[in-house]
């Protein structure tokens, strides 16, 4: 796989972290309808990507180094990926509980698989 490709979700997942920074000062500074609740949501929001996510930012520069991102690779990535954007726009929006929540784990049931084929590569595969 190209460098391109396994780095494009990278890229998209950053892209959300610096909207919703952007979303997070708007609300906190008034500029986006529901008041404090509002703020509060998107905060939230934006604290979240550095928990799950940290995982994933772990995991790429590691599979690029040890040359095991390929197509199975980048195709689960692009699904955490997906999860989070997923996640992120019912958080800050009607923030409903289960599509959250099924959004969250289908993103960390990715991450886990990712991680374990990576492990299965690294350390039984020559």
Known sequence: MSLQSILAPVFAQVGLVFVL???MVAARHGGVAGGPERAKLVSDCFSNQFEI?????????????????????VVMSWLFVLS?????AIHTGSNRQPAR???WL??????????????VRVLLVP
Do not use: E, Q, S
């Open 101 to 103: 929540g099924i959004a």
């Open 21 to 23: 920074v952007f979303f």
């Open 106 to 119: 289908l993103g960390v049931a990715t991450l886990l698989v990712m991680w374990a084929v990576f492990a």
């Open 84 to 88: 989070r954007l997923a996640h992120a």
């Open 53 to 73: 996510p940290v995982l994933f930012f772990a995991l790429v520069p590691l599979a690029v180094l040890t040359r095991k991102a390929d197509l199975l690779f």
